[in-house]
């Protein structure tokens, strides 16, 4: 969420960062201009009325003091009660305009749930992910001297990727792994987290993967985003299916205040994570790159606010690294302003090579939400040698999507005999230098 004050003092750079996102600021804004006018009239009244009972207070009080020691004249006694009238009166109208001056700052509040983070200055202007900025690539695509295969049709020939039993347990975008593949799709977990807790310092975490609203609410899930996530019914209220472990670990410091001294706080989880794809219909129906269910490796940052964005690129090269160390190719970009997520202020995307479509694919996603989250799901810091908590910044990518390097595995080490080889570093977690056909799922 964006600061209250800072929309209020500067609404016409707001509305032209809006626009920079392909936005209509009115749309999103809403009755910005007149709630704002609104509440400004309700403060005027209310504290003019504040200042006339605190004008009025103390001749009141004199002339009681007087009544008790001799007496008041038979003027002085209108002139009491004339002004304890008034001082009623100014009383209701304070009750009734701190009410309203309430009701304003909610309705403003509830404005502001649906205004997307404004993205920062470096984010490159556009239209749509046409205008993405290529920011470097690394390795080179692998060379075939065959017609290289997509995955779902490797998949299924080495008996290790079953997308039609997957449909009859769950429907259309699951699927099953079988000897192999499952144990690929593990050791990728495994060498991933392994990676991130042993050379890059984060805290491995394993969070729920049910978690209330007021966590979705938090990272920006909620209200917006409702129809992408899956519900689940819990008694009186609700639950819902994580859709990235950045929901669960962000909010763990929900409401709570950090020591400035121990940022930056990075953690890292490996989860489940649960999308409906609302939207999605007839996108990426083949194979598993768009799925109902898919495993993911999160990496999530509490940063100070004059560091965020040397943690961005931190965090990014971290991501990186899982793909360098598998020896696949791929390429970082920047995305534009029309391009951006909800919450995010500045984002890159990691996109891989994949040889058997013919492109790059999105697999990981890193991004900086400046205080955005922080001040929705309420995470403080207290500064050193300071006083007054501040909005602590929270970062968050990908690291990586497990699913989708399976995928990248899978078409990139892919031989014409049909078999697959395992990257070096994946070995000691898979226990096999190639990946050849499967009998079990028959």
Known sequence: MLDLNFVRNNLALVEEKLRLRGMDPAAVLGDFRALDHERRSFITTLETAQRRRNELSPKIGA??????????????????????????????????????????????????????NLPHESVPVGKSSEDNVEVRRWGAPPEFDFPPKPHWELGEQLGVL????????????????????????????????????????????????????????????????????????????????????????????????????????SLTAYTPCFRSEAGSYGKDVRGIIRQHQFQKVELVKFAHPDRSYDELEKLTHHAETVLQKLGLHYRVVTLCTADMGFSSAKTYDIEVWLPGQGLFREISSCSNFE????????????????????????????????????????????????????????????????????????
């Open 162 to 265: 079953d997308l039609e039993r997957g449909a009859k347990l769950s429907g259309a975008r699951f699927a099953v792994y079988w000897d192999l593949g499952a144990k690929l799709e593990r050791a990728l977990a495994n060498f991933m987290l392994d990676l991130h807790t042993n050379e890059h310092g984060y805290t491995e975490v394993l969070p729920p993967y049910l978690v209330n609203s007021e966590s979705m609410y938090g990272t920006g899930q909620l209200p917006k985003f409702s129809a992408d996530l899956f519900r689940v019914p819990h008694g009186e209220k609700e639950l819902w299916l994580i859709p990235t472990a950045e929901v669960p670990v962000t909010n763990l410091y929900r409401d709570e205040t950090l020591d400035g001294a121990r940022l930056p706080v």
């Open 371 to 442: 205080s955005f989250q922080a001040r929705r799901a309420n995470i403080r810091f207290k500064p050193e040698g300071k006083g007054k908590p501040e909005f602590v910044h929270t970062l968050n990518g990908s690291g990586l999507a497990v699913g989708r390097t399976w995928v990248a595995i899978v078409e990139n080490y892919q031989q014409a005999d049909g078999s697959v080889v395992v990257p070096d570093a994946l070995r000691p977690y898979v226990g096999a230098e190639r990946i050849r056909k499967s009998a079990v799922s028959r």
């Open 63 to 116: 002339l009681k003091q007087a009544e008790k020691k001799g007496g008041l004249t038979p003027e002085e006694q209108m002139e009491l009660a004339a002004l304890s009238e008034e001082v009623a009166k100014q009383k209701a109208i304070i009750e009734d305009y701190e009410q309203r001056v309430a009701q304003a700052e909610e309705k403003f509040k509830a404005s502001l749930k649906g205004v997307p």
